[in-house]
């Protein structure tokens, strides 16, 4: 694409060294993702960014009439206001056309709502995990046992991790697809709704070496499964 070639000519070649330069480049990088005044900047950025790690013959979603999104974010998971994981449910039904139904977990008490989830994501084409949580602490919280009893319904099992990527280990094999996306700005909420639809490239990688099963360098390639013309969907 002429208009992401012009725009990021930096990431014509990707180099294996991080250096203080390189580390400029990710400050640059995420402070575009974080700003509003250049949107379709930061799209293409977003879209770049998005990382998948693990793909069981599931994307894109362009035909699946239902999703649940269980999003999981002990920072909003009480509130009522709008936040990341709103944004990134809106795109969501922008792209797709599908029914998607929205669910907030609180991950200090997962474990009571843990069996109900279970039985409503069964009719559901594909379930959604949205974690923003990473590596940050949490009473009570188990990733690894959360997922494995999320996947026990049998309905196609997405993780995207909207933090960072220090928790890859913690996702069970029962889990089918598995995006890093970084952080929960609406640039990457975008870029990830693209991704999942079908709309953008995958062609993003791990910037850092997180444990031998995901090292530096990991990331698989899926190219965009629609055409799209004209500026990228705010």
Do not use: C
């Not at 799209?43 to 009439?65: C, F, H, Y």
């Not at 890859?168 to 598995?178: G, H, K, M, N």
């Not at 070496?209 to 090292?215: G, M």
Request: net charge negative; charged share 20%.
């Amino acid at each position: 694409n002429g208009s992401k070639s012009s725009q990021l000519p930096a990431h014509s070649s990707r180099n294996t060294s991080e250096t203080p330069a390189s580390k400029s480049k990710l400050s640059d990088l995420f402070q575009t993702l974080t700003s509003t005044s250049g949107p379709n900047e930061a799209l293409w950025m977003g879209r770049d960014a998005v990382t998948l790690l693990r793909e069981n013959a599931l994307l894109p979603l362009t035909g699946a009439s239902s999703i649940l999104v269980i999003s999981t974010d002990f920072r909003s998971a009480a509130s009522s206001s709008n936040h990341s994981s709103d944004h990134f449910v809106d795109q969501l039904r922008e792209r797709g056309g599908a029914n998607v139904l929205h669910r907030k977990l609180n991950p200090r008490t997962w474990t009571a709502s843990m069996s109900a989830l279970v039985n409503e994501s069964g009719p559901f084409d594909a379930v959604i995990v949205a974690d923003y949580i990473g590596i940050t602490p949490v009473f009570g919280w188990n990733r690894e046992e959360f997922l494995r009893d999320l996947a026990s319904s049998g309905t196609p099992l997405v993780h995207i991790g909207f933090s960072s990527p220090y928790v890859l280990d913690e996702i069970p094999d029962a889990v089918d697809v598995i995006i890093q996306s970084w952080d929960g700005s609406p640039a990457m909420a975008a870029a990830t709704a693209d991704a999942l639809f079908g709309l953008s490239d995958i062609s993003g990688r791990l910037p850092v070496h997180v444990s031998t099963r995901y090292p530096r360098g990991s990331g698989l390639v899926i190219p965009a499964a629609l055409a799209t013309t004209g500026d990228p969907i705010k």
